[in-house]
């Protein structure tokens, strides 16, 4: 039930992800899907009419001078992030921002110091980092059951180079941005982000996109990441963080499904599964 203290969220963006969005927040208590714009009113209007939206917007700027709206989801696609989020900080409206956050580093840059100057919120939605496992993950880390980890592996690809997105300059396309940032938010949530040297190979399209790539980081402590993204391969979706005493497989780096606790000697002695979502 709506009321005057639910907190009211608004999309840019008619997209699958913004659908995506749209079923998870319908499914939340203290919530209302207010908003949601598109720069065409019809599209807005459907996607409000089947989400349940309060209100539809055929404009940005128009939706973001509500002042109703509380949070923004950017659902765009990555070469638009940056203009949208922009946009919504000049607005004051506080911003959670689809993976990949922007296309390019000095654009993320640019908005997070736009986002101190005008003191706006703003975060990347990468829904990797607020699942239950996640935490998990760093609490067995911290239990020494695996003793010190030195040494993790991730990867992830499912065949979907057909898709123009991914294949598009002008979209900001490749495989990097749309599942290579699981593999690096996965190092990142276990070994930091104090990297020494980065290294990288990769295979492109004949658009020029990255299709496929290994990437290795070299942390100033010592520790190695080794990762793998694709577009065209359907990968196991593993991550494997290893120390002097035993390992933890995680399956599904994007989505964490299980954790298995492995000793040195390779025994499994526990496992944790993800609880129902919505």
Request: hydrophobic share 40%; net charge negative.
């Amino acid at each position: 039930m709506e009321s005057k203290d639910t907190f009211k969220i608004a999309i840019i963006g008619t997209g699958w992800i913004a659908e995506k969005m749209a079923i998870t927040v319908r499914g939340m208590q203290g919530v209302e899907s207010y908003a949601i714009a598109s720069r065409h009113l019809s599209k807005a209007q459907a996607f409000a009419e089947k989400y349940e939206f309060t209100r539809a917007y055929g404009s940005y700027e128009e939706m973001l001078d509500d002042e109703q709206v509380q949070l923004v989801y950017i659902a765009t696609p990555h070469s638009f992030h940056y203009e949208h989020a922009r946009l919504c900080i000049m607005k004051g409206k506080p911003v959670l921002c689809e993976k990949a956050f922007t296309a390019t580093a000095p654009q993320a840059e640019k908005l997070l110091s736009l986002a101190k100057e005008k003191n706006v919120f703003i975060t990347e939605a990468i829904w990797t980092r607020y699942m239950p496992l996640s935490k998990t993950i760093n609490e067995v880390i911290a239990s020494g059951v695996i003793g010190v980890p030195s040494m993790l592996s991730a990867n992830l690809g499912y065949p979907v180079g057909w898709k123009e997105r991914m294949t598009q300059p002008e979209l900001a396309g490749g495989a990097l941005l749309d599942l290579g940032v699981y593999c690096i938010n996965f190092a990142s949530m276990v070994f930091g982000a104090d990297i020494k040297q980065i290294l990288s190979v990769c295979t492109k399209t004949s658009t020029g996109m990255d299709a496929e790539e290994s990437i290795t980081f070299l942390f100033n402590d010592g520790k190695i990441a080794v990762l793998h993204c694709s577009m065209y391969a359907k990968t196991d979706r593993q991550g494997i963080i290893s120390g002097d005493q035993g390992h933890l497989i995680v399956e599904n780096i994007n989505n964490p499904q299980r954790i298995s606790v492995v000793t040195g000697d390779y025994e499994v002695v526990a496992r944790y599964d993800c609880p129902p979502q919505l």
